[in-house]
């Protein structure tokens, strides 16, 4: 499922602080570093004023993801989350939590052994007829091992213990750093953490992902050239899945093999596809678009290989999103304000001048999101138009009316969801045509949909 260059490979780790106590300590000599980063860099700036911020940002990024990629589980797919969403951190983040896309430190032979005897009641040998006990991928949740049973070579994913109990304590445990690193208000901020909370819990739950993995791949079957694996319930559990092994490549050794331009093309298409049929036809989207989660197959193939990250769009979110997005709506100012008004972008108390502020705000940020939408195809190798999408999103970030809470809570992975795939597409420099599954979509917004 995941063939990749072992070289650089991090060391194994031979075990995890699980309880609240290992990891609150963890986190406070991490918070000790970071001190000490600071009283350096100032140090340093005391004799040379003109000193920018880079040592220091990637002094502590460096520590944070030391610390992060230890305890595994919530706190690095935090920084995970974070590493995709570009105009949020200094890039000395971005690049360092970028690395929980692909590897993070693996875990040990013994601490396998134990995970499969504490929820399967025998060792991997007992189950298969060959198991690696080396992993071939260790990322936030879980590691992939490579299997064989009956002749068939099977892909084994082992999530890391303590993972799925400590994600709350975790969590609360990681605010301080988010809150300094994001600049969010404390109320925006509970409502991020909140929504990350309920859908990590959910990514925890191997079982839940087994019959997500199913559902979600018999419905997207029919989709061109992508394929997915085959997965064995009776194989797996709360805490382990088993699925038939994908040959491929990931995104970063896909491209440097330089594919032609036609078979960029068709990846992103399948990609795009993807995306849009779920979006627009199942309302509930694959969530976790970070590449990582992809092959591409010796055929030429999208292979998806994770579905443990799933948002469901309601209609009440869904209709004026998609709406906004992919109509003429924007043109008209008095039905944008009453979607932007469902959407809680626009608050009740907001005073005439604020709803004129952020009406012109959203409409902007709207727009540039829709770009892709506007004609038939889209080239995404167009740097101009990612410029102009991070240019935005560093300007708002940085006003003061947006450090209060906007928006509903779906925004947070719908959002992260269409931006990821814009990044990927990016990367392929793929051209693809956009008009293949369209939003079901509104003009008008009736009083009642209001209350």
């Known amino acids: ?57 990637e002094d502590n990024a460096a520590d944070i993801y030391e610390s992060l990629s230890e305890l595994k ?24 939590f970028s690395q929980s896309q692909y590897n993070a430190p693996p875990l040990s032979g013994p601490l396998i052994v134990q995970t499969f005897k504490k929820n399967l009641g025998k060792t991997p040998e007992q189950i298969y007829d060959k198991f690696n006990l080396k992993s071939t991928n260790a990322a936030s949740i879980g590691q992939v091992h490579s299997a064989e049973l009956n002749g068939k070579k099977l892909a084994v994913k082992i999530q890391y213990p303590g993972v799925g109990d400590s994600i709350s304590s975790d969590l609360k445990l990681v605010k301080p750093f988010a809150f300094r690193l994001l600049g ?13 909370e309920e859908r990590l819990l959910e990514e925890t739950d191997y079982e839940l992902e087994i019959r997500r993995s199913v559902e979600f791949s018999n419905a997207c079957a029919n989709l061109n050239n992508i394929v997915f694996p085959t997965y064995y319930p009776e194989l797996s559990s709360k805490r382990i899945i088993t699925m038939s092994w994908l040959e491929g490549q990931h995104l970063k050794e896909f491209l440097a093999t330089n594919p032609s ?5 068709t990846i992103g298409q399948a990609l795009w596809d993807f995306y849009n049929f779920q979006q627009h036809e199942l309302r509930a989207v694959h969530a976790d678009p970070h590449p990582g989660n992809f092959m591409i197959t010796p055929d030429g193939k999208l292979g998806v290989i994770d579905f443990g990250c799933i948002k469901e769009m309601p209609e009440d979110f869904y209709s004026p ?47 540039l ?55 990927i597409l990016h990367e392929l420099k793929a051209t693809v045509k956009t008009d293949t599954y369209k939003p079901h979509v509104t003009t008008q917004f009736t009083v009642d949909s209001l209350q």
């Open 369 to 423: 999101f829709a770009m892709p939408y506007i004609d038939s195809t889209f080239d995404f190798s167009e740097s101009k138009f990612f410029d102009e999408l991070y240019s935005f999103g560093e300007k708002i970030s940085k006003m003061p009316e947006f450090k209060q809470a906007r928006g509903v809570k779906h925004f947070i992975y719908v959002n992260r969801t269409n931006f990821g795939l814009y990044n």
């Open 321 to 367: 999103f998609f709406s906004l997005t992919s109509t003429n709506l924007l043109d008209n100012k008095e039905e944008t304000i009453k979607a932007f008004r469902l959407l809680e972008m626009i608050h009740p108390n907001d005073t005439p001048a604020q709803v004129e502020f952020y009406y012109g705000q959203y409409k902007q940020m709207i727009r």
């Open 184 to 196: 969010m208000s404390e109320k925006e901020l509970d409502v991020y953490m909140r929504e990350v």
């Open 1 to 57: 499922m995941n063939k990749k260059d072992m070289s650089d490979t991090p060391k194994e780790q031979n075990s995890i602080p699980t309880s609240k106590v290992q990891r609150s300590g963890k986190f406070v000599k991490t918070g000790f570093k970071i001190g000490g980063n600071y009283i350096k860099h100032y140090s340093k700036k005391l004799f040379n004023p003109e000193m920018d911020n880079s040592e220091l940002n």
């Open 73 to 96: 589980g919530s706190a690095l797919k935090v920084a995970q989350m974070l590493s995709m969403d570009k105009n949020l951190l200094p890039q000395a983040y971005v690049d360092k």
């Open 261 to 265: 331009q036609e078979l960029r093309n």
